[in-house]
C-alpha cells in the first residue's frame, strides 16, 4: 500500500487541527435546516457543504479531515466538480460515515446497537475508489438506572472492532467512535457516573481493538469528554471537566493511538471549545487531542448562511472563526479574549 494507515492518522490530527463533521444523515441535517427555514433538498444540502468547503482560511489552516455522508461523497459542486476534490484541494482529507445507525438491541430493553457491518467490506472498496481514507463508525451509550449492560457494551465494542478490522484492510484509517451520551432521555447522571461508564466502554473497546488485531496507531479515537448529562442537578466547572477527562484517558487509552479527536456532544459552542483547550493545557500527553465537531463547528454558519448565496461570504467568516477556536484550542491557547477579539 502507498500510503500508511500511520501517517494518515498522524496527518489527521496534526498542529492542533481537527475534524469537521458534516456527516449529518438527511433527517438530521433537514432538523438544522428546519432552523433557518429551508427545504431540505439533494442541492440544498450540496450548496451548504459546499459553502463550508469553500471557507479557505478554515479548511487549509484549521481543518485537517472532512467526514461525509454517502450522499455527499457522490456529489459534485455546482461547477462539476466532485466535493471531495474541494476537500482535498485545500489540504484537507475526505472521510467517510460507514455505520447505518443505531439500532434496538433485541433482549436490552432502552440499549441500542450500531449496524452496518453487513456488505462493509465492499462499501469501504468504493469509498477508497471515491477518494476517503479514512471513516468513521459511532456507538452510543446511555445512562440510565441499570443501563448500560455489560451485554449491550460488548455488542457495541465488537462492532466497533470489526469495523476498524474491515477499515484498515481497506487501506482507510477508523475513527471508532463510542459516544456515552450526555443529551440522553435519561441524562440526569453525575459526572463520576459518566467517568464510571466511559472507564468500563474505553476498557472494553480496547479490548476488543487488541483481538480483533486492529493497528492503534493507524486509527483515531473520537470519544466523549468527562462531563455530567444535561439534567444533572450538579453540574461541574470546565476545570473539573478537563482534570477527570484527562485523568481517565490516561487510564485507558494505548499511547500508541495517535490522537483523539473529541466529540462536542451536547455542549455549546463555546463550551467545547474552552474544555478542549484546558484539556490540551494540561498536557503534555502521549496523543494528540483536538476536535471532530459537528454541530459545534457549523451552528454559527448555517445561521449565517441562512440559505443565501449572498450570505456565503458571512457565512464563511463565522465558520473560520469557529474553527481557529478550535484549532487554537487543540494548541490549548484557547482564552476568553481570544474569543471576543476575533469574533
Same mark, same amino acid.
Given at each position: 500500500?502507498?500510503?500508511?494507515?500511520?501517517?494518515?492518522?498522524?496527518?489527521?490530527?496534526?498542529?492542533?487541527?481537527?475534524?469537521?463533521?458534516?456527516?449529518?444523515?438527511? !433527517?438530521?441535517?433537514?432538523?438544522?435546516?428546519?432552523?433557518?427555514?429551508?427545504?431540505? @433538498?439533494? !442541492?440544498?444540502?450540496?450548496?451548504?457543504?459546499?459553502?463550508?468547503?469553500?471557507?479557505?482560511?478554515?479548511?487549509?489552516?484549521?481543518?485537517?479531515?472532512?467526514?461525509?455522508?454517502?450522499?455527499?461523497?457522490?456529489?459534485?459542486?455546482?461547477?462539476?466538480?466532485?466535493?471531495? !476534490?474541494?476537500?482535498?484541494?485545500?489540504?484537507?482529507?475526505?472521510?467517510?460515515?460507514?455505520?447505518?445507525?443505531?439500532?434496538?438491541?433485541?433482549?436490552? *430493553?432502552?440499549?441500542?446497537?450500531?449496524?452496518?457491518?453487513?456488505?462493509?467490506?465492499?462499501?469501504?472498496?468504493?469509498?477508497?475508489?471515491?477518494?476517503?481514507?479514512?471513516?468513521?463508525?459511532?456507538?452510543?451509550?446511555?445512562?440510565?438506572?441499570?443501563?448500560? @449492560?455489560?451485554?449491550?457494551?460488548?455488542?457495541?465494542?465488537?462492532?466497533?472492532?470489526?469495523?476498524?478490522?474491515?477499515?484498515?484492510?481497506?487501506?482507510?484509517?477508523?475513527?471508532?467512535?463510542?459516544?456515552?451520551?450526555?443529551?440522553?432521555?435519561?441524562?440526569?447522571?453525575?459526572?463520576?457516573?459518566?467517568?464510571?461508564?466511559?472507564?468500563? @466502554?474505553?476498557?472494553?473497546?480496547?479490548?476488543?481493538?487488541?483481538?480483533?488485531?486492529?493497528?492503534?496507531?493507524?486509527?483515531?479515537?473520537?470519544?466523549?469528554?468527562?462531563? *455530567?448529562?444535561?439534567?444533572?442537578?450538579?453540574?461541574?466547572?470546565?476545570?473539573?471537566?478537563?482534570?477527570?477527562?484527562?485523568?481517565?484517558?490516561?487510564?485507558?487509552?494505548?499511547?500508541?493511538?495517535?490522537?483523539?479527536?473529541?466529540?462536542?456532544?451536547?455542549?455549546?459552542?463555546?463550551?467545547a471549545t474552552q474544555h478542549l483547550?484546558?484539556?490540551?493545557?494540561?498536557?503534555?500527553?502521549?496523543?494528540?487531542? @483536538?476536535?471532530?465537531?459537528?454541530?459545534?463547528?457549523?451552528?454559527a454558519a448555517l445561521k449565517a448562511?441562512?440559505?443565501?448565496?449572498?450570505?456565503?461570504?458571512?457565512?464563511?467568516?463565522?465558520?473560520?472563526?469557529?474553527?481557529?477556536?478550535?484549532?487554537?484550542?487543540?494548541?490549548?491557547?484557547?482564552? *476568553?479574549?481570544?474569543?471576543?477579539?476575533?469574533?
Amino acid at each position: 500500500m502507498t500510503e500508511r494507515l500511520a501517517d494518515i492518522a498522524a496527518a489527521m490530527v496534526a498542529d492542533g487541527k481537527g475534524l469537521l463533521a458534516a456527516d449529518e444523515s438527511s !433527517d438530521t441535517i433537514k432538523k438544522r435546516f428546519d432552523t433557518i427555514g429551508l427545504e431540505s @433538498t439533494a !442541492d440544498s444540502r450540496r450548496d451548504y457543504r459546499e459553502m463550508l468547503f469553500t471557507a479557505d482560511e478554515a479548511m487549509t489552516k484549521y481543518i485537517s479531515g472532512v467526514i461525509l455522508y454517502d450522499e455527499t461523497i457522490h456529489q459534485a459542486a455546482r461547477d462539476g466538480t466532485p466535493l471531495v !476534490d474541494l476537500i482535498r484541494k485545500a489540504g484537507s482529507i475526505p472521510g467517510i460515515k460507514v455505520d447505518k445507525g443505531a439500532k434496538p438491541l433485541p433482549g436490552f *430493553p432502552g440499549e441500542k446497537v450500531t449496524e452496518g457491518l453487513d456488505g462493509l467490506r465492499e462499501r469501504l472498496k468504493t469509498y477508497y475508489g471515491l477518494g476517503a481514507r479514512f471513516s468513521k463508525w459511532r456507538a452510543v451509550v446511555d445512562i440510565a438506572d441499570g443501563l448500560p @449492560t455489560y451485554g449491550a457494551l460488548r455488542a457495541n465494542v465488537q462492532a466497533l472492532a470489526r469495523y476498524a478490522a474491515l477499515c484498515q484492510e481497506a487501506g482507510i484509517v477508523p475513527i471508532v467512535e463510542p459516544e456515552v451520551l450526555m443529551d440522553g432521555p435519561n441524562s440526569s447522571h453525575d459526572i463520576d457516573t459518566c467517568y464510571a461508564v466511559t472507564e468500563q @466502554t474505553l476498557k472494553l473497546l480496547f479490548e476488543e481493538l487488541f483481538i480483533a488485531r486492529v493497528d492503534l496507531e493507524g486509527t483515531i479515537l473520537k470519544p466523549n469528554m468527562v462531563v *455530567p448529562g444535561q439534567k444533572s442537578p450538579v453540574q461541574a466547572s470546565p476545570e473539573q471537566v478537563a482534570e477527570l477527562t484527562v485523568k481517565l484517558f490516561k487510564a485507558t487509552v494505548p499511547v500508541a493511538v495517535p490522537g483523539i479527536a473529541f466529540l462536542s456532544g451536547g455542549q455549546s459552542d463555546e463550551l467545547a471549545t474552552q474544555h478542549l483547550s484546558l484539556i490540551n493545557e494540561l498536557g503534555p500527553h502521549p496523543w494528540k487531542i @483536538t476536535f471532530s465537531y459537528g454541530r459545534a463547528l457549523q451552528a454559527a454558519a448555517l445561521k449565517a448562511w441562512d440559505g443565501k448565496d449572498a450570505n456565503v461570504p458571512a457565512a464563511h467568516k463565522a465558520f473560520n472563526h469557529r474553527a481557529r477556536m478550535n484549532w487554537l484550542a487543540g494548541n490549548g491557547k484557547w482564552t *476568553p479574549a481570544e474569543e471576543r477579539q476575533a469574533a
